[in-house]
């Protein structure tokens, strides 16, 4: 019985939570009330067409915005302000071009006020884990884009948090390495047993890598539709991004998908 | 996945070593014109008043300086030595953008901080600094008297701009950058400390370079008023008793001390950028 209540409550969630944005022109709906409720260890993607709200919703789960109504929980606790637990990867990877490598990736540590000593252990192994390991002393500009945006993934892991927020975290990448990175980083928050949101408006990317893949409607954004993504493998398990796009599901779901996303620009 | 760019080639190729010697000769030419420059205009300077074309009496000439350089190395009961004056000038420079600069961040914090300050005080900081300071002079004579005041033109010529030129910076600092640091739950401290001072470092060395300049203008003008000491007083006195000689002393002193300055600034600059 406490096994299957501890499965069942929710790492993060959303009640009836809208957001307004306040202007002297007057308020914008971005986001009308969303409920929302994933489980630990699931990967959610979330997609919408630009300017639906998607962003903000991370922002909300990350604590950086607080919901003008309704209530963002995570383990349960309402949040109210940016959480250990909850690691946040953003567009692109604004690595600080004035510190190394290893000394980006100990920026949050820095900041929250962790053993040093203990990070600095951890942000090498991270880095050499992700093939940067004779990178440390670089600096960001010496390093390409896939590099960089590793970088930014082991800057967000180094404070271990429970939960990693994914915002297009691959959008300012070419598409080969979009590609190979989204492969990458998928192996790696599922071998962590991380809870991940991943916000993008590639309905590809959001199949191949997501278990779960919410449709955001066109502003104000509302949940329009919920898809669990299942694939059929030999061994039951989840085959990998690259692995699943050429699974025979594939089409299917991305059409599905496809069909709802092309519904909001006529309507 | 992608590599490090750079791999460098075993052997130099031609084209590369042809390369070089363009780079190099490109580099030669412009220094050999700036040399060019400069000679042109001292014998120009020598030629001209000598050969009566323009009144040697209005212009002096640069072979007259060194002597009279010489004769003003020595202190007299009326006149301390010539060095005394060129460092006097210095030291107030230095304390004038030194302190143009400590003030210059702490205010633009400060304004970063609070957005009310900083839309209170911005009309008045632009006022301020389209004030011409130099009509001050007499003011700051009366107010600090004849030191303090020369400190003061210093500071007040040079601190307005530094104040705009760093909370513009402060502002262009990369609001996705500060996102960053908010994520991790970082105070605004922390923002100010880890993100948006040493992101504007480079803001900081070009404030640095135009606040330099305006405080040893801020000097040389409070000298001209108020002291008996600095090579704005010197240049003053010299001419008040007519001897162009020591005026244009004073005034090519003038030019190798900001020379100096802009040598030992762009050397901060380049060691500061190495890092970018």
Redo the contacts between chains.
């Keep these: 019985m406490a096994a299957s209540a501890i499965a069942a409550s929710p790492k993060v969630e959303l009640r009836d939570v809208s957001l307004r944005y306040f202007g002297l022109e007057g308020e914008t709906e971005a986001l009308k009330g969303i409920s929302i409720s994933i489980a630990p260890g699931e990967f959610v993607a979330i997609i919408g067409q630009s300017g639906c709200g998607k962003s903000t919703l991370l922002s909300l789960i ?1 604590g ?1 915005l607080m919901p003008t109504d309704g209530a963002v929980l995570v383990d349960g606790k309402p949040v109210t ?4 637990k ?3 990867m ?3 990877d ?1 690595l ?4 190394t490598i290893l000394e980006n990736t100990l ?2 540590a ?3 006020g962790a053993d040093m000593a203990k990070a600095r252990e951890r942000a090498s192994g991270l880095l050499t884990r992700y ?1 940067l390991g004779q ?1 440390l002393h ?2 960001p ?7 960089r945006q590793r970088v930014a993934l082991a800057r967000t892991l180094c ?1 271990e948090p429970d939960i990693v927020l994914l915002d297009e975290p691959f959008a300012a990448l070419d598409s080969q ?1 979009r590609l ?2 989204a492969d990458e980083i998928t192996v790696i928050l599922r071998r962590e047993k991380k809870t991940a949101i991943l916000v993008t408006h590639d309905i590809g990317e959001a199949v191949s890598m997501a278990e779960r893949v919410i449709v955001l409607s066109r502003r104000p954004g509302r949940v329009k539709s919920d898809h669990a993504i299942r694939f059929a493998t030999a061994d039951g398990a989840r085959p990998n991004p690259l692995a699943a796009r050429n699974a025979s599901e594939f089409n299917g779901y991305f059409n599905t998908l496809w069909q709802e996303l092309e519904v909001h620009v006529e309507g | ?5 750079s791999m460098a080639v075993a052997a130099p190729s031609p084209q590369y070593l042809a390369w070089l010697q363009r780079q190099r000769r490109g580099h030669l030419f412009v220094r050999a014109t700036q040399v060019a420059i400069l000679v042109v205009f001292l014998v120009l300077w020598e030629v001209l008043p000598k050969a009566l074309i323009v009144n040697p009496v209005l212009t002096s000439y640069p072979s007259a300086l060194w002597p009279t350089f010489v004769s003003l190395l020595k202190s007299t009961p009326q006149q301390p030595s010539i060095l005394v004056h060129t460092w006097a000038t210095v030291l107030a420079t230095v304390l004038g953008f030194t302190g143009a600069m400590m003030l210059g961040i702490a205010v633009a914090a400060a304004l970063w901080w609070s957005n009310t300050l900083y839309k209170v005080l911005d009309p008045y900081l632009v006022v301020a600094n389209a004030m011409p300071k130099t009509a001050f002079v007499p003011i700051f004579y009366i107010w600090l008297g004849a030191t303090m005041s020369i400190y003061g033109m210093s500071l007040a010529i040079s601190v307005f701009i530094t104040i705009l030129m760093i909370y513009s910076g402060f502002q262009g600092i ?1 609001p ?2 500060i ?8 105070t605004k401290g ?1 923002i100010l400390r ?2 948006v001072l ?2 504007s ?1 480079p803001t900081l060395v070009a404030a640095l370079k135009v606040n330099a300049g305006l405080s040893l203008v801020g000097v040389v003008v409070g000298e001209f008023q108020s002291a008996n000491l600095g090579l704005g007083y010197l240049i003053q006195y010299g001419s008040q008793i007519f001897k162009m000689n020591i005026v244009m002393t004073g005034i090519t002193i003038l030019a190798i001390v900001s020379s100096l300055m802009y040598l030992a600034i762009s050397w901060l600059e380049a060691a500061v950028m190495r ?2």
């Design positions: 990350s950086i302000g940016p959480s250990r909850v690691g946040y953003l567009q692109q604004y600080f071009e004035w510190r920026l949050g820095e900041i929250q093939g990178f670089h600096l500009r010496q390093l390409s884009g896939g590099m404070t390495t190979a990175l | 996945m992608s590599k490090v760019e990369d996705n950058k996102k960053l640091a908010q994520t991790f739950g970082a922390q880890k993100v040493p992101g470092v890092r970018r």
